[in-house]
């Protein structure tokens, strides 16, 4: 892998590769957050807008007040909240009610295009690039210059167009759409991508990049240390011979500018006429106090935080009016109860939130119970675990018919996907081989289909495990290291924990001791650092202890 090149903003437009790639028009820029930022659009940048959003929906209610405090003054809920993409906050406000989502961004449609905006699309004008990329919603360029707004990609939609918006959440986990995918791909091939004021932390823009041998892209940072730019994003230009710009973004623009003979653009006044913090608060304050609460638990447990997340859907199940939206909260509590594997809990709520689904005629919270139902009766006994498997049968049969009747068939079937999952693992339980083996790949066929790369990788673990427990280790295990490696990119500790901790007992009652004892080792060291469910962590460190007398 070559290694990072760095040129300053002063010293670029003297770069022989940068200044023939702008005179044969082969440059086109890319623009992230950073660029709205500026006066007079001054859009937040996207770890203030999660912030605010996540402040705006626990104001006016003690509970989520205390957990909205606890959960950004540790260092987990910093983490979860700043990693996280804009786009999941608005994923989860839209799978929890709240429809109207372009409520809380409406703010982005009165902002003012800045010079910074102006000047990229008078280039545009003059031919030296094709097109403009970008992650952002706002619609500054178009505001800019009308004519020319079918040359601005809007990769994540567009305020405009709330449709766009609504595409761009429901794909959270499956990357950009196939026709997107494919112009990026083939603009990365073509063309040098010019990244302006953009983080590279948006796996779906990374991984359709990486999937390609294009040309070198240049990337404008503030400093040598390239502060703000993700680690993987640093070694995506290092990989395909890109260069580090170091500087500021006036000044590289109007180096352009020069270079290009573009006449001087006028800054305009720079000055801010709206807050946008209060739009987000009236924006979020329309929506009802349940919804706002599981939101609120769904961030909680994305962030590991799960005594918060039980407040917040405990507070749910209060404020919910309906009894579909009671079973709702009622089946998510009771799988945060799972996580902590407290299967008295497990059921008595599951049992609550079936009852509810079917008072409410409404079968999918019927299915969510049932299989919530199963899980609770897993790590039984031999009767125990049959009762498990008759609850998820009946939950997977639910969802499938829901699906082929037309009704959310791309949640339904990621539900009874889930179902096939849990077969598959009590198939395996039961050391019925060939039917667990089935249920994991249909449950496998159906997630890769919609895009549900977690879910995949879940289930491909649980078939590497049994691969191996049938003796093929060398299929097993590869299945295991790739799955494991789709869990650490979208940061499923618990997960790449519990699985390295299974396959490390796989390993150990084999006798491959030393291969076992490096996996133990991390799945120990990964649920301390989580605070992982007891019961398994013990289990790892019984097992460890064993192979280390071994």
Not at 343 to 355: F, H, W, Y
Not at 382 to 405: G, R, V
Not at 533 to 545: A, D, G, Q
Request: net charge positive.
């Amino acid at each position: 892998m070559s290694s990072l090149k760095k040129i300053s903003v002063q010293k670029l437009c003297k770069y022989g590769p940068f200044v023939d790639a702008l005179g044969e028009g082969t440059l086109i820029p890319f623009c992230g957050a950073g660029l709205s930022s500026q006066c007079p659009s001054h859009i937040p940048l996207a770890w203030d807008l999660k912030r605010s959003i996540f402040e705006s929906l626990c104001k006016g209610n003690e509970i989520l007040n205390q957990i909205c405090k606890s959960f950004s003054s540790t260092s987990l809920g910093g983490w979860s909240l700043s990693q996280l993409p804009l786009e999941f906050l608005l994923e989860a406000s839209y799978a929890e009610g709240m429809r109207n989502f372009e409520r809380i961004l409406a703010f982005m449609g009165e902002a003012k295009p800045s010079w910074t905006h102006k000047i990229i699309k008078s280039i545009l004008e003059l031919g030296v690039w094709s097109e403009i990329l970008t992650t952002n919603f706002d619609s500054c360029f178009e505001k800019s210059d009308p004519d020319n707004s079918r040359k601005v990609i809007h990769l994540h939609g567009s305020i405009e167009n709330p449709k766009s918006l609504v595409l761009t959440i429901e794909r959270i986990g499956m990357g950009l759409p196939h026709q997107l995918a494919e112009q990026l791909r083939n603009l990365h091939r073509s063309k040098n991508m010019f990244f302006i004021g953009y983080s590279g932390y948006d796996a779906d823009v990374l991984d359709v990049l990486e999937s390609v041998d294009g040309k070198p892209v240049y990337w404008l940072c503030m400093d040598n240390q390239m502060a703000g730019v993700s680690i993987r994003a640093k070694e995506f230009i290092k990989r395909v011979g890109g260069v580090s710009i170091i500087g500021d973004l006036q000044q590289l623009l109007n180096e352009i500018r020069i270079l290009t003979q573009l006449p001087e653009v006028s800054h305009g006044q720079c000055r801010c006429v709206y807050n946008w913090q209060q739009h987000v608060y009236n924006g979020i304050e329309y929506f009802p106090l349940g919804d706002r609460a599981r939101f609120v638990a769904r961030i909680c447990l994305e962030g590991n935080d799960l005594d918060n997340a039980i407040k917040a859907y405990s507070l749910a199940i209060k404020a919910s009016k309906s009894d579909a939206l009671k079973a709702k909260a009622l089946c998510n509590l009771a799988f945060v109860y799972y996580m902590r594997r407290d299967m008295e809990k497990v059921r008595t709520l599951s049992l609550r939130g079936r009852e509810l689904g079917l008072r409410s005629k409404n079968a999918r919270y019927i299915a969510s119970g049932l299989n919530n139902i199963g899980l609770s009766f897993l790590d039984g006994n031999k009767d125990e675990i049959c009762k498990a498997l008759s609850y998820f049968q009946e939950a997977a049969y639910i969802n499938e018919k829901l699906a082929n009747n037309g009704y959310r068939r791309n949640k339904n079937l990621r539900a009874a996907a889930q179902s096939l999952n849990n077969i598959g693992l009590v198939y395996t339980k039961l050391k019925r081989y060939k039917e667990a083996k089935d249920a994991l790949l249909r449950s496998i066929a159906i997630k890769e289909e919609y895009g549900d790369l977690i879910g995949k990788a879940i289930s491909s673990a649980n078939l590497s495990q049994l691969e191996c427990e049938e003796g093929d280790w060398i299929v097993g295990f590869k299945r295991h290291e790739e799955s494991i490696d789709i869990l650490l990119h979208f940061s499923k500790l618990i997960s790449v924990g519990y699985f390295k901790g299974k396959m490390g007992i796989c390993l150990a009652n084999t006798g491959r001791y030393q291969e076992a004892e490096k996996l133990l080792e991390e799945a120990v060291s990964i649920y301390k650092s989580v605070d992982g469910p007891k019961k398994e962590l013990c289990e790892f460190k019984s097992k460890l202890t064993l192979v280390r007398q071994n």
